[in-house]
């Protein structure tokens, strides 16, 4: 689970960010318009006990690209929203998503993608990983800038090479542990021995370092220290689709993260992660697409820090064409961590066990207008009681468009 539930406007999110993306991939080249969305959310601040529902209401603005310059794909999406919370005031926040990506080849078989990716958003108030429950406003940001080269795309063997930079920040500096940079690069060997299979061998290497992460002695925190990793990675991936309505993804992989300082040994992992993600057109109407995950925390769940953990996840979303303009939308995530804590929360082996439920619906009234409704459900299991919790959101979004 890349990212949890947010406290605010779990619903406004989720809508907003569907209908922008889609609309670029119509035939007009760019988009622009307006978004306002109410959300009731159960438990703001994500307690193990207590009420503290609150009403958030979302306006926002959104703007994207779809064009071809040549040979050359430019898109963009982008959406600004400012979120207004009825009783809890201090919260009101602008939150932020900004996504381009440029296709590009030249005459040969060299190709390439560049994408950046850029998110402001209210930060969880109950993080867990070794810190309290934190109850005022603090916003978090993402960073993601990928580079990827492709020499032979489309003919039997192919070679590819990327290079990529994530960066995560808070705006309170109570969350600095969390702060986080990271510089991947890998290069991988891709053969298609038919023409609906494609393997790969890829060799990653990953650097690392959360600058402030806490150190504690007898179970209190005493100071913070750079905290850096070196990640190395062999790949073997898989790409089968079966007869076109459905495709199937894998990789299997051995994994192997040493930190520094010395005195962090005792987080080293090795060991075998992987995925598997399958994409199933059941029918016209019908759409599935099931995710499977095992992995350290920086591939997981990059916004902690739990370096130490292991995490599973289960990811499950459907879509159903219930007529030409109304479309239902259903999900479910289970994620499972295990590892050593070794916070002054708590210094014995930990769990955290997250699962999320949601279902809407979608109207597309015209071409221009639509409105969406979703219901949200998410509680989480710990061994340390202030870190489980169980919350709730509801509401609808409506959206107007120019071509």
Known sequence: MRHPLRAAALAVAALLALPAAAQTNDTAPFYAGASLGVTQVSNVYRLSTGSNSDRVTSAGLLAGVDTRLGRQHLTFDGSLQDNRYADNRALNNRSYSLKGALEWQTVGNLSGTLSALSTQSLAQFNLGSGTQPYFEKNTERNEDYTAVVRLGMGTRYSLEASASRRERNFSNAVYDQFTYRQNAGSFGIYAMPGGNVRLGLVARRTDGTYPRYPVYLFGFRVGSLALDYKRDDLDFTTA??????????????????????????????????????????????????????????????????????????????????????????????????????????????????????NVGVQWAFSRSVSLGCQYNRANRESNITQYAFSASSYGCTGQMLVY
């Not at 598997?276 to 997981?300: C, F, H, M, P």
């Not at 499972?336 to 002054?344: E, I, L």
């Open 240 to 357: 089968w689709n079966a007869g076109g309505s459905s495709t199937l993804n894998t990789r299997i992989s051995t994994s192997r993260t040493n930190y520094d300082p010395a005195s962090a040994g005792q987080r080293n992992f090795r060991g075998t992660t992987g995925a598997i993600g399958w994409n199933w057109q059941a029918t016209s109407k019908v759409l599935l697409n099931l995710q499977y995950t095992r992995d350290s925390g920086q591939e997981t769940l990059a916004q902690t820090a739990d370096v130490n953990r292991v995490y599973t996840t289960w990811q499950l979303n459907s879509r159903y064409a219930l007529t030409g303009k109304v479309s239902l939308n259903a999900g479910a995530i289970r994620s499972r961590s295990h590892g050593t804590s070794d916070s002054a929360a708590s210094a014995v082996e930990s769990f955290d066990n997250n699962n999320t439920y």
